[in-house]
């Protein structure tokens, strides 16, 4: 039975849940690629910076996994200097396979939410990243058992930091009962925005300043002191 001071946990889903670098950093040099030979870009360096794609790497705050799917496409237009939408979403339900394979879920998130779910805890997932993928990833790893709530940002229309993003949940739960674990700004922001508190996964301190709570690795949060006391 749950008996700490919190009722609703909400999960971010690329890097809390997701390991970002062995699912994303592939798939989106493989896109990338493409995109440069669709559009004769010759500025591919440059780009995947810009999208946060450091060598084997990703930026947590980058566009690619701070931003939502419109602020990538948004990067894409600038630099194709044409509405590459369409060839984006394309591009992307032709390559569903290849970000299956590669979708890797993080070591301890599965034994995680199995306890918090047992201890009777509300679940959500709370993602920028568009359905299809979601779902994709839920599937994969048997996660949907574990969720009350899924929540994208194509679904929802509005940016992840923006308090109407969790709406649906905050109107029914005290926000004194709601907190949010994830691993970037944009969790902290949505966090703050919507008077809930947070927890941030992993080593940046300027994160870890900011979030209510801290942990290096997922499997630590169930020790922290408010789901313990």
């Not at 009722?7 to 690329?14: A, E, G, H, S």
């Not at 980058?62 to 496409?73: F, R, Y």
Request: include cysteine; hydrophobic fraction near 40%.
């Amino acid at each position: 039975m749950n008996q700490s001071n919190i009722d609703v946990v909400l999960f971010d889903k690329d890097g809390t849940l997701l390991d970002m670098n062995k699912t994303w950093v592939p798939y989106i040099r493989a896109l990338i690629q493409d995109f440069s030979e669709a559009y004769g870009i010759d500025q591919i360096d440059e780009l995947l910076f810009e999208l946060g794609i450091h060598e084997q790497d990703i930026d947590l705050n980058g566009v690619s996994m701070s931003g939502s799917t419109s602020d990538v496409i948004r990067v894409l237009n600038r630099y194709a200097k044409a509405d590459v939408a369409h060839w984006f979403n394309t591009y992307n339900t032709d390559h569903k396979e290849d970000l299956y394979h590669s979708m890797t879920v993080v070591d301890d998130a599965k034994n995680v939410l199995n306890k918090m779910k047992n201890a009777g805890f509300v679940l959500g997932l709370v993602t920028n990243d568009q359905q299809y993928s979601t779902q994709m990833f839920v599937d994969k790893f048997n996660l949907s058992k574990y969720f009350d709530y899924i929540i994208c940002s194509d679904e929802k229309g509005s940016n992840k930091s923006d308090k109407q993003f969790i709406e649906p949940i905050t109107s029914l739960y005290h926000s004194d009962r709601i907190i949010i674990v994830g691993d970037s700004m944009k969790d902290i922001e949505l966090a703050q925005n919507s008077n809930v508190r947070s927890i941030i996964i992993g080593d940046n301190v300027h994160l870890q300043e900011a979030a209510d709570y801290y942990v290096d690795r997922i499997g630590q949060i169930m020790k922290l002191s408010i789901f313990t006391e």
